[in-house]
């Protein structure tokens, strides 16, 4: 199994630019999950899905989309990029055990800077 | 969800052991106690979980005081490979499915 991938491994963006970020695992999760890490600090929640067709707002919404239309597939989109959406953005997937414990997998991460 | 307290940083030496403290005062009897890292330009990992009793896996322990208000993750002989960041997180399991990263415990590792 490959586990979650993302594309671009890095991207600069202009100010006012919009781009599609990539996000596909094989493990058949059913939730997935869209992080940003700015320097220094925790990951904050940007959007997640629980399932295909499904989706809502995290912690830290504005700016950006999402759409769920496999289980495999959630790509994130960024509309008119600006400087304080550089960060580092990981996808994420999960199961849930039987107990309803959730163990999250993470991709590699995109870095993205906005100049 | 319930908040954690864990130090911004930490030092120990390769070889030695290394316990990671983590306070939770408000924790509810449901929450489960979740610790992930994250190593140099990397995504987090799952370490370890547990809800009231000791867990040991290849990775770690962990150890659950008896009220669990606190925890402790024990890495027992930590290697230059354990130096990263350590975050402590709560999760009520069930239906709440996300989980909330803090700032975590930066673990140096000296040679």
């Known amino acids: 199994n490959a586990g979650v991938t993302q594309t671009p491994k890095f991207r600069i963006l202009k100010i006012g630019q919009s781009m599609t970020l990539q996000c596909t695992q094989d493990?058949?999760?059913?939730?997935m999950y869209w992080y940003r890490q700015d320097p220094g600090m925790g990951l904050k929640l940007i959007y997640y899905?629980?399932?295909?067709?499904?989706?809502d707002k995290g912690e830290v919404p504005n700016g950006y989309n999402v759409s769920r239309s496999t289980t495999e597939d959630f790509p994130l989109r960024l509309e008119l990029a600006a400087p304080s959406q550089t960060s580092v953005y990981f996808c994420?997937?999960?199961?849930?055990?039987?107990?309803?414990?959730?163990?999250?997998?993470f991709g590699p991460g995109t870095r993205l800077t906005v100049l | 969800d319930a908040k954690t307290t864990q130090p911004n940083s930490m030092e120990s030496n390769e070889e030695e052991p290394v316990h990671l403290p983590c306070n939770h005062s408000?924790?509810?009897?449901?929450?489960?106690i979740h610790w992930y890292r994250q190593l140099p330009s990397q995504g987090p990992e799952y370490v370890i979980h547990?809800?009231?009793s000791n867990v040991n896996n290849r990775m770690a322990s962990l150890a659950i005081a008896e009220d669990r208000k606190s925890s402790t993750l024990i890495l027992h002989r930590a290697t230059l490979r354990d130096a990263a960041v350590y975050y402590c997180?709560?999760?009520?399991?069930?239906?709440?499915?996300?989980?909330?990263f803090g700032k975590g415990t930066l673990l140096t590792v000296n040679p």
């Open positions: 994420a997937s999960s199961f849930r055990t039987s107990g309803g414990v959730v163990e999250q997998f």
């Open positions: 899905s629980v399932g295909a067709g499904i989706t």
């Open positions: 547990g809800l009231t």
């Open positions: 408000t924790i509810s009897g449901t929450d489960y």
């Open positions: 997180i709560l999760n009520g399991g069930g239906s709440n499915y996300k989980l909330t």
């Open positions: 493990m058949n999760h059913n939730y």
